[in-house]
């Protein structure tokens, strides 16, 4: 076991390492930082401009790889260079990774308690009114785009707040409002107002998937001969499905779960860009435009390691759940 | 009781017991759930609607109506206008189908891909699956969204193709694994076998042996792919980050409409209306036709 992991663990280190180079090259590639100085006025002279790309480490003069060196060895010392402003990059997205987390987090908790309480209701009375209505909803949930269900959470909030509240009570643009002041209290209430909606739209999605794929695994076990078994000992049907069929069935959605995590750090951009959220999704794609190479860079090595620590959380978390895969 | 074609011609015909064909039998299995016809009658009517649509109406995409700005829905402007003037039914259509063309090309590229990959991998086995397994692990780690976002600025006007080929380069890894794995079980298999004694070359097995063989899991690959493409396609063009202006999406119709969809709700409600009925019959289509091929595996999934 401690050797699987050894090599998965390395495997993980040398995938993560090439996919972070090849999104550094590809950006360096595809983006210029020089057209940034391009509308400016004054023109400044190329010199200088040549001079500020090349402290930054962005100047295209410099072949690519001698770029990606110098970024590479930065990187390894812990530094992800700087911004096209001159800010350092690092400081700027661990302030973004908090954001992003509190969103993510809380999205993908809601998503999934939510979805694996819709699906095991639905499998415990397959093809019964629940189980349709949720099978249908699912159905229409996963045809729906984020980009138009976020546009639709912002119009459902403002008529909500015109109609049902009468005041605004789901807020939207940003993570607080900008200058509020007004106690711990308020505060806290006011970020909560603000966090409503874009949870409601990232949990959405993830509710109709997990429902979808708990309700497939419960109907795997309810079939099962020790849910017969734990039946026939006595148990009500109630007790030995909590206890037995849904313990069982949540083992693969545990997993998924990790996996999903690793997927939602950039999966989350376009829900932070709608609702003005300033988290790593949203500098992502405004670093595409600004042509911040540096950014950009950074941004997809923490995604790839992201991906790779969750897959790995993954297959750790079944092994330490699922006893066969610790026996085996 | 009816009489099927097959029926009156095994009655005619000197061999009685000539089989039905495999694709009418899948048609007949497909047409018979009612999420098939669902599914395949709405697909029509949008493609319909996409290419035949704009001829019924006055106005191309490009005009501008400089006497009605942000009007809503009339005999005039059938879906009312946008803020600029332009005719919401010609450029919603338009978007419509840049939007099918662009999610059914990803979608056939994508499992062409992955039916390559997955039957090279398997058959050759050694170096060439290896190679192939660390690319699709290696696109798989990158988030596609993060690529195609970084790619972007080369998806300029007019370079929606590109755009269409980076999109299935990311779709194709699942598939080609899954596509593997049956390669492999169907390399042992007598026929393919005789085939290899008899000195078939080996691409030639690939293409004339394998790959039929997984017809059924390709077709309902691209299918589910297809939903997959459009999805990813929407929602980069959103962010201007895919089908960029001067061309049209239903992404870049949304992002417009979605500016003014407080006091104006025709300029979205239009378009991300079609998008979500667009997906949601491919997705009915796509799971009828996976229960035609397999009937054993009922149900969704």
Known sequence: MAGFLARRLLGSVVLAAVAASLAYLLAAAALDPRANYAGRTPQPPPAAVDAQLAALNLND??????????????????????????????????????????????????????????????????????????????????????????????????????????????????????????????????????????????????????????????????????????????????????????????????????????????????????FGWHGLGERLISAVFTNDVNTVAAISCLAALAVLCASLAADLLHAALDPRVRAG | MTLSEEEVAGELGPAMAAPPSRGRVLARRFLASRQGRAGAAVLALMFALAFAGPLFSPWSPADKDFTAFLAPPSPRHWFGTLQTGADVYAVTLCGLRRSLIVGLLAALVSTALAALAGAFAGYFGGWTDRVLGWAADLLLALPAFLVLAIMSPLFGAGQWPLFVIVLALFLWMVTAKIVRGMTISLRQREFVRAARYLGVPPVKIIFSHVLPNLSSLLIVDATVNVSAAILAETSLSYFGLGIQPPDVSLGTVIADGSRTAIYAPWTFWFAAGLLVVTVLAVNLAGDALRDAFDPAAKGPR
């Open chain 1, 61 to 274: 003069r410099t072949p690519l790889f001698e770029r990606y060196l110098t970024w590479a060895g930065g990187v390894l010392r812990g530094d992800f260079g700087r911004s096209v402003t001159g800010s350092p990059v690092g400081d700027d997205l661990r302030r973004r990774a908090g954001v992003t987390l509190r969103l993510v987090l809380l999205g993908l908790v809601c998503g999934s308690v939510l979805g694996v309480a819709a699906g095991a209701a639905a499998a415990a009375r397959q093809y019964g009114w629940f189980d349709r209505l949720s099978a249908g909803l699912a159905y229409l949930l996963l045809a729906i785009p984020v980009v138009v269900l976020a546009n639709v959470a912002i119009l459902g909030g403002t008529w909500a707040n015109d109609h049902l509240f009468g005041r605004r009570v789901l807020l939207v643009g940003g993570e607080r409002s900008a200058g509020l002041d007004a106690g711990l209290w308020a505060g806290l209430l006011d970020r909560l107002q603000h966090l409503i909606l874009p949870t409601v739209t990232l949990s959405l999605g993830l509710i109709a998937v997990f429902s979808r794929y708990q309700r497939n695994l419960m109907l795997d076990v309810l079939g099962a001969d020790y849910l017969r078994t734990a039946r026939a000992k006595g148990l009500s049907r109630r007790r030995a499905l909590v206890r037995h069929g849904l313990r069982t069935a949540l083992i693969p959605v545990a997993t998924y779960f990790a996996f999903v995590f690793g997927t939602l750090l950039t999966g989350a951009a376009f829900t932070e860009k709608i």
